[in-house]
């Protein structure tokens, strides 16, 4: 009896992957549950497991192909595999239960493979082996020895008719090109702003946030709340806050647009842009207007980490409402974010810096924030978006209004 390997339903929008690699080859043995493919999606890195005992008898699509939701990527048979080289039966059927037995994430799998680390052998203090854990494993290279060095030979004093060879200079050696695939998901990433910016009329407005107030608070309240809560107060919670009491006053930038109407969202799911290997993820802060500010803080720490470790999941990235970016914590003063279909609104952060303000008709140096915010003007208008950000800017310079107003 054989059983087709199909590349699974994988939630909201997804309709496709790339087959990123083969874990198994045709005729190893398997066993039920063992990951034999790794797939690359918009989102997230997949596994997809054996369905059944036997032997890897076909594989359909070979690495780097493209596959949609359904397609059969490969069949496992009932044997017992002839890939065992060197290796008795009873110890090759051992082994693979034992690699199979490993909980891991694809993207700690992949180096695990490229850094020749036994998955086996590698301690994780939570449920899957991470990247982190992998690098932790990798043994350290022996350093150098060191030759002694090598009596200087006399130049010949009989001359040579040897012809001269040619010595490329700096600029012609360091003329180099390399050709890398870009991975699918940094492909989805470059035709999605590409969409984003020819389907939408989107316009950015600016505003300056005087973030003293906020500063100064989380000065105060730092140690207590780490202690309390096990995390640090940072500024996510304070503009997830705004954002949110922003978006009450102002509906439609928490709206998206579907076909000729407008969709206003009575729920608030605050997508937080957060850094990864493979480019800028979104995950979404489900009802984000009942979380606290520690549970907020406790959520973008979460996604933050698990952005790194590649263990989010596809519900984790899926639906939204409004979006927030912070540019500031890889130095950026000013920038236009782009939005984050099918959603009509993003608010960009930026960096903190110390300069002159007027208060109270004298000068003085005060932690200033450019923030942005880029809105659909199909459906919003300039008067609104404007209003927005100002009433954000008005919550985070006076947050005792986001605790009073709720």
Known sequence: MSSNIVVPEMGESIVDARIAKWLKQE???????????ELETDKVDVEVSAPQSGVLSKIAHATGADVKIGDVLGIVSEGKGQR??????????????????VAATPAARRLARQEDVDLSKVKSEGPRVT???VKSAKPAKPEARTEPAKPTPQPSTVPTSKPRTHVPTSSESERTEERIRMSRRRATIARRLVEAQATAAMLTT???VDMT???QLRERRKEAFKERHGVSLGLSSFFVKAAIGALREFPRLNAEIQGDEMVLKHYYDIGIAVGSEEGLVVPVLRDADRLSFAGIEQGVRDFAARAKDGTLTLDDLRGGTFTITNGGVFGSLMSTPILNPPQVGILG?????????????????????YTALTYDHRIVDGSEAVRFLVRVKELVEDPAQMLIEG
């Open 349 to 369: 952060l930026h960096a903190i810096k110390d300069r002159p303000a007027a208060v109270d008709g004298h000068i003085e140096l005060r932690p200033l924030m």
């Open 206 to 208: 600016f505003n300056e």
């Open 27 to 37: 005729g190893d043995a398997v066993s039920v549950g063992e990951p034999l493919v």
């Open 213 to 215: 107030a906020v500063m």
């Open 131 to 133: 990247p982190d854990d």
């Open 84 to 101: 065992a080289e060197g290796k008795g039966k009873d110890a090759a059927t051992a082994e693979a239960p034992a690699k199979a037995a």
